[in-house]
T-cell receptor
Framework: GAVVSQHPSWVICKSGTSVKIECRSL??????MFWYRQFPKQSLMLMAT?????????EQGVEKDKFLINHASLTLSTLTVTSAHPEDSSFYIC?????????????FGPGTRLTVT | RKEVEQDPGPFNVPEGATVAFNCTYS??????FFWYRQDCRKEPKLLMSVYSSGNEDGRFTAQLNRASQYISLLIRDSKLSDSATYLC???????????FGAGTILRVKS
């Protein structure tokens, strides 16, 4: 149980285009999902907290107009990188917290590797 | 000062060795503590939670010292498959978020 999927697994796009990444909780409901970014040889950095039915909460330094987050259902959150540039190339990972659990545990998706050329 | 600090390593050890990782955290309001394992180009996976009383799971033992704001992970009888990056993670209830350390690289060699 507690499986989180991400799609796509990897994507290559041209500078200036937008890319949408989906994060799904497959066997549980997630009121809250989290989006992280990881650059090579660095740790995961939380970008934003996605809340079902309301606006996402962005961490300091993360542009909300560039990284659009939508959490329209209890099993799906999307991250859209708008007008992507090479410096946005990174490993994007989502996680989800089980709404029905009192645990603080987050379940991670397999990640999406974005390369912007 | 980083919120969660770890020795980046790498720790290069032979099979069968015992290796210990240390971690310190700066926010005394941190609620819960974890060790995650991350393999190259993969997502992090929960290894174990960490409690003040200490907890053990097979070859892995985790300890928490709240007074010193210090967390440790001990791996006994290292296996080749233990090679990975080990992430120290704290949960801040105030922000409802996990904060990750930069990770410690472990390489177990035959």
């Amino acid at each position: 149980g507690a499986v989180v999927s991400q799609h796509p697994s990897w994507v290559i796009c041209k500078s200036g285009t937008s890319v949408k990444i989906e994060c799904r909780s497959l066997d549980f409901q997630a009121t809250t999902m989290f989006w992280y970014r990881q650059f090579p040889k660095q740790s995961l950095m939380l970008m934003a907290t996605s809340n079902e039915g309301s606006k996402a909460t962005y961490e300091q330094g993360v542009e909300k107009d560039k990284f659009l987050i939508n959490h329209a259902s209890l099993t799906l959150s999307t991250l859209t990188v708008t007008s992507a540039h090479p410096e946005d190339s990174s490993f994007y990972i989502c996680s989800a917290a089980d709404s029905g659990s009192f645990s603080y545990e987050q379940y991670f998706g397999p990640g999406t590797r974005l390369t912007v050329t | 000062r980083k919120e969660v600090e770890q020795d980046p390593g790498p720790f290069n050890v032979p099979e069968g060795a015992t290796v210990a990782f240390n971690c310190t955290y700066s926010n005394s309001a941190s609620q819960s503590f974890f060790w995650y394992r991350q393999d190259c180009r993969k997502e992090p996976k929960l290894l174990m939670s960490v409690y003040s009383s200490g907890n053990e799971d097979g070859r892995f033992t985790a300890q928490l010292n709240r007074a010193s704001q210090y967390i440790s992970l001990l791996i006994r009888d290292s296996k080749l498959s233990d090679s990975a990056t080990y992430l120290c993670v704290v949960f801040l209830q105030s922000g409802n978020k996990l904060v990750f350390g930069a990770g410690t690289i472990l390489r177990v060699k035959s």
